[in-house]
């Protein structure tokens, strides 16, 4: 009796060992996120790339030397956004809004690399308080300020606690990102972070890119620079052409690194429950791009797959700023924003149940990483963009323009030549070199997408100009903007001109 006994209780001890054997594994190689309604959430970010630079936007380049597949595929998983804006036509402020889902105005964030105060809410800190892992890799964010600073200044940031990103995340990479051969240690980095996510908790996870941010590829082999189509504002000038060529190569090298994220997620098993963002930073770092507030300098891709919620194939035209993105990713896990955040969900528009109830977008532009005598360092204007126009107000005018990361580049030097040699066309020498600028631009996105005749004090337009003025101006009151209103400015400039 007592030998049967302990066969039984050695044979169920041993089927026990077996069961949980096979709960164990199961457990592990389960999904990062079981319940389907708290989503895992992908925000893939692109560093310096406007549209129309995917070929789903209809890009005959991009099109033509088959560039983007990967991003095409994704794009025809879910909705294409048309009309999506960043806040600012460079990294760090535009970056920093999509956190805090404010305006990098009222965060006080126009200076390049500034980070915001210390008890600005970011959108992640309310998933972390709902139970979200949330992470940060890749291209660097900002949002602490910048990855190399002198060391009285980081002191500074310290003291004033606005360089808390250990506290507020739960993986933190500062990295400089991925170039060149980097791009075969995306999807290791995505791993890597993802392995250290608690079994069956829902995460968040940013990942920036640099491409195709400067220094572009070095090579840009299947591309001829001959054979691509230039937009008619940019001088047709053999160094224009490689500049470009070497910027859609690295639109390539993108497109293959974000095809490897995608591949992850079908191999983890988590494609179906994970949300997936891809949005361009800021404006390309081309002419009349990144810098400015023109439509390259802030009018990016927002491709946006949530499989069972958004219809595959789908596109929108609604108006998207970047500060809301934060709102639309809380409510689509079950949470409100943080008070004070601005953003609008825009969840009903991505469902097809609601349009989102937005007349305007805003855009400022400050102090960039460069001299303060050119406007590619140091430039103050302010947009409003509606369905049709866009109306911008320079602060200072007196200044002739200078592209973005392109001063000391040749395709740059190579315009300044055509101009000394009277090689430059009436409409580029007035587009690059006109000296005062126009204090105020009004252009019909409609008809002139390219942004080339102002029509600022046309008598055609007068009622449309004075809208989108006042609306600037109502909104600069409320982010407590430090720029003079465009009508106080304008008044002081004709006074001045009377008083001569």
């Keep these: ?113 500034q980070p915001a105060r210390e008890d600005v809410p970011f959108f992640t800190d309310v998933l972390r308080a709902g139970g979200y892992w949330v992470g940060l890799d890749g291209r660097h964010h900002h949002l602490d300020g910048r990855i190399r600073e002198a060391e009285h200044i980081d002191t500074a940031l310290r003291h004033a606690g606005m360089q808390n990103l250990e506290k507020r995340f739960d993986h933190l990479v500062r990295s400089a990102g991925t170039k060149g051969s980097g791009l075969d240690q995306v999807s290791k980095r995505i791993e890597a972070a993802l392995d250290t996510v608690p079994n069956n908790k829902p995460f968040f996870l940013y990942f920036g890119f640099n491409q195709p941010h400067r220094k572009f590829s070095a090579t840009f082999d299947g591309i001829d620079p001959a054979k691509l189509e230039l937009p008619p504002d940019w001088p047709d000038l053999p160094e224009v052409r490689i500049d470009y060529a070497r910027y859609l190569a690295s639109v390539r090298e ?29 404006g390309e770092a081309l002419l009349r791009g990144k810098g400015t507030l023109y439509d390259r300098g802030t009018h990016v891709p927002l491709l946006i797959r949530w499989p069972g919620h958004v219809a595959p194939h789908s596109e929108s035209s609604a108006l998207v700023c970047g500060t809301d ?43 960039h990483f460069g001299p303060i005598t050119r406007t590619d360092g140091l430039d103050f204007s302010r947009s409003i963009t ?60 409609q008809n002139d997408p390219l942004e080339l005749r102002n029509l600022s004090g046309n008598t055609s337009t007068p009622e449309t100009e004075d809208t989108l003025r006042k609306e600037l101006e109502a909104w600069m009151i409320r982010e407590s903007d430090f720029l003079p209103l465009p009508t106080h400015a304008l008044q002081t400039t004709r006074k001045k001109s009377t008083d001569k």
């Design 386 to 445: 509606s369905t049709r126009y866009r109306y911008i107000y320079n602060a200072l005018p007196e200044r002739s323009y200078t592209p973005v990361d392109m001063a000391d580049k040749d395709a740059w030097k190579a315009i300044q030549q055509a101009l000394a040699a009277g090689r430059l066309s009436p409409l580029h020498q007035r587009l690059y070199f006109q000296k005062p600028r126009p204090m105020t631009e009004l252009y019909d996105l």
């Design 325 to 367: 993105l934060g709102p639309m990713i809380l409510e689509a896990c079950g949470m409100k924003p943080a008070g004070g955040m601005t953003g609008k969900s825009f969840v009903g528009e991505l469902t097809g149940k609601k349009q989102i109830d937005r007349r305007y977008v805003f855009a400022e532009r400050g102090w």
């Design 254 to 282: 993108l497109d293959q690194g974000f095809g490897q994220i995608m591949q992850l997620l079908v191999e983890r098993g988590i494609e179906d429950n994970t949300l997936v963002l891809f949005m361009g930073d800021n």
């Design 1 to 113: 009796m007592h030998t049967e006994l302990s066969t039984l209780c050695s044979v169920w001890l041993q089927s026990l060992r077996q069961i949980v054997s096979i709960f164990l594994a199961s457990a592990f190689s389960l999904p990062l996120m079981a319940d389907p309604s708290q989503p895992n959430v992908l925000l893939i970010l692109s560093d310096d790339h406007s549209v129309p630079h995917i070929s789903c936007y209809e890009d005959v380049n991009t099109t033509k030397f088959h560039i983007t597949p990967n991003l095409q595929k994704f794009a025809e998983q879910g909705m294409r956004f048309d009309r999506a804006y960043t806040t600012a036509p460079q990294c760090a402020p535009s970056r920093i809004s999509i956190f805090a889902c404010r305006s990098p105005v009222g965060l006080g964030v126009t200076r390049f690399a």
